[in-house]
């Protein structure tokens, strides 16, 4: 039996097929396999035998998981004993950019109407 030890940083934060791939020491096309996924379904019902992947509202989008899921399906269906699925902040996106751009200008806006 494999053995990896087990701790969730962050419960909120999603992971993709590669971090996946690495938490799993699996192939990416076992970690495929794996997904509960359907060409004619976007989102099919949980399946508690495939890793399901959260909601998503184009076909496109890419496949994400919640830590909590990713350490379900390795130990109920891997029969992993302990897992460890640690997520890391990941590198700001455009979208994260222009809300701190906002934030930092709604702050000098604010200090500039207290001034006064």
Known sequence: MEKIDSNISSEEELIGIDEVQKFLNRSRASVYRYTNTDLR??????????L??????????PLKFHPNEVARF?????????????VFNTPSSAAQN???????????IRSLLEKE
């Open 41 to 50: 379904n976007l989102n099919p019902s949980f399946n508690p035998r495939k």
């Open 74 to 86: 390795a130990k109920d269906i891997l029969r992993i004993k302990e897992v460890t699925v640690e």
């Open 98 to 108: 222009i809300m701190g751009q906002i934030l930092d200008e709604l702050k000098s």
């Open 52 to 61: 399901n992947p959260e909601f998503r509202t184009d076909q496109k989008e």
